[in-house]
């Protein structure tokens, strides 16, 4: 499937994304890791959940270094 017009991403393309595994991916979105939501057999991440969630990750990280520079 990959990304469609929805928005959405699926297992694969997350995958090749991140260049990491599908089950990777999956046990990630098992763990409430990833902004991700299952449908049918099936898991998806809204493009905007991840950018959201990229963002959030990128930010904590540089508090964490800025705390770690003191």
């Not at 098992?30 to 057999?41: I, Q």
Request: net charge positive.
């Amino acid at each position: 499937m990959g990304a469609d017009s929805a928005g959405l991403l699926d297992v694969a393309a997350m995958a090749a994304l991140f260049k990491c595994s599908t089950e990777k991916i999956k046990r990630m979105a098992r763990r409430g890791e990833l902004p991700a939501f299952k449908f049918g057999k099936h898991w998806f991440v809204r493009r905007v959940d991840l950018e959201r969630y990229l963002t959030n990750r990128v930010e904590s990280n540089r508090h964490l270094r800025r705390i770690q520079e003191v």
